[in-house]
């Protein structure tokens, strides 16, 4: 069942978003009604595109972190594994191709205009 344009949790989650990453002054795209994308600046003229896509059950975050580990494939995993036990709310994950992002899923309820 998916929410309507109004005053849903998704609604309101999607207005919050949209205003905080504006009033930060990043860059605000809509992949679709659901998903807002944004570019986080980094060094070296580098950028770190988010993608967070909001649905009844929370909100789900991806930065891309890297391109599929062609050399010591078994190191890298090993690594993101490890890190992975440490992490709390995230977690490195891969995509159909093996390229690195880092996921994380917060509740609707965590997204609030503080």
Do not use: C
């Not at 002054?25 to 909001?54: M, Q, R, Y």
């Amino acid at each position: 069942m998916s929410e309507t344009v109004g005053d849903g949790p998704v609604d309101v989650a999607h207005r919050v978003l949209v205003d905080e990453l504006a009033e930060s002054g990043l860059p605000v795209d809509h992949a679709d009604a659901n998903t807002v994308v944004t570019e986080l600046p980094g060094d070296h003229k580098l950028k770190t595109t988010v993608s967070f896509s909001l649905n009844p059950r929370g909100m789900i975050l991806n930065a891309f972190v890297a391109r599929r580990a062609d050399e010591h494939r078994e190191e890298v995993f090993e690594w993101l594994l490890e890190r992975n036990r440490r992490l709390n709310m995230i977690a490195y994950t891969l995509d159909p191709l093996g390229d690195i992002y880092l996921t994380g899923r917060l509740p609707l309820s965590a997204i609030t205009p503080q």
